[in-house]
């Protein structure tokens, strides 16, 4: 029984790759299905799962992220993407920069490394190793928010209440960049979830236009909303690009219908800190997050290197 057991654990041989010239992306990424090592391997799992999930026409299918790669130029790739999901679930910080860049705020590249007193002297915010010019951010973001939600407030189908997917719809349908992933969401009627929506610069200005305004923000609706999507859909499968609210989101409503059937994690976090952002899909497992016969896998890894290579692949963009 042991020999039999050794056999089979033994039988896929790892085979060194052999790189030529004009390569496609799916032709290296299929050269390396038996690299072995580390990320690499689960990349190219999680690559499979991502194509069952998306082929599954009976798996209702989330997208979540935060909003730090929303600043970074991953945020066209992921705006084109939405018409492949269901949902998406995400941070206040995603609408702050999607909607400065849908009107012309300019993000810059910078070091990590820079003198961040400095910056702060001369108004410029560092997101990691881009820099952001004050008025590119809040500014813009003010200013736009405030011409938007003035013109929803006039419509004549101004409800006083809305829900924050219900409020995100309304943004989408006002924007005319192409390459927000509000305005995809709206053309596309893939609601967008964002829990936390107060905890960012949008929900300021939430708060400062509900003080003068008969407008009220309802943040249980979309919980319900979750909630009745756990319920309703026997098949479920998400694309996780780092942790946070936005993950957690996702694997909590969907333990109530027994978990997760796919599953891909992308994160750069450590999962000895005891962080949601650092737990690894099989500690959701235990929770009942994802289901124990699941096809899930986490990558460790750069989102910005790792999601265009899946991506290419999958042929998705």
């Not at 057991?5 to 290296?28: H, S």
């Not at 990320?39 to 599954?56: C, F, V």
């Not at 970074?72 to 679930?89: C, E, N, P, Q, W």
């Not at 899909?281 to 290579?309: C, F, H, M, N, Q």
Request: glycine residues 8%; aromatic residues 10%; charged residues 25%.
């Amino acid at each position: 029984m042991s020999g039999d057991i050794k056999k089979r654990l033994l039988e896929n041989r790892v085979k060194d790759v052999r790189l030529r010239k004009k390569m496609t992306v799916r032709q290296l990424i299929d050269s390396q299905r038996n690299i072995g090592g580390f990320s690499a391997q689960h990349m190219i799992e999680g690559i499979d799962i991502l194509k069952s999930m998306l082929a599954d026409k009976d798996s209702f299918n989330f997208l979540s992220f935060p909003a730090d790669i929303i600043a970074t130029g991953l945020r066209g790739m992921i705006a084109d993407s939405v018409k492949y999901f269901d949902a998406i679930v995400t941070t206040c910080g995603t609408l702050d920069h999607d909607i400065a860049k849908a009107y012309g705020g300019k993000y810059s590249l910078g070091k990590f490394e820079a003198d961040d007193a400095k910056l702060h002297e001369m108004d410029i915010y560092r997101l990691g190793n881009i820099f952001i010019g004050s008025e590119q951010y809040g500014l813009a973001l003010e200013k736009y928010f405030a011409e938007i939600m003035g013109d929803i407030y006039r419509s004549k189908d101004y409800k006083k209440e809305y829900s924050a997917s219900e409020l995100l719809r309304e943004f989408g349908k006002r924007m005319t960049d192409e390459h927000s992933i509000v305005r995809q969401a709206y053309l596309n009627n893939v609601p967008i979830y964002a829990p936390g929506i107060l905890d960012g610069a949008f929900g300021t200005q939430l708060s400062l236009f509900a003080q003068d305004h008969d407008f009220k923000l309802n943040l249980i609706k979309d919980e319900l909303e979750l909630s009745n999507i756990s319920f309703d859909n026997k098949t479920t499968g998400a694309l996780m690009l780092g942790g946070g609210i936005s993950k957690h989101h996702v694997i909590w409503w969907n333990q109530f219908k027994g978990g997760l059937d796919y599953a891909v994690y992308i994160t750069t976090a450590s999962q000895y800190d005891g962080s949601l952002s650092g737990a690894r899909l099989t500690e959701a497992v235990s929770w009942g997050k994802v289901k124990e016969k699941a096809r899930y896998t986490t990558i460790d890894g750069d989102i910005t290197i790792i999601l265009p290579v899946m991506f290419s692949y999958l042929e998705l963009l």
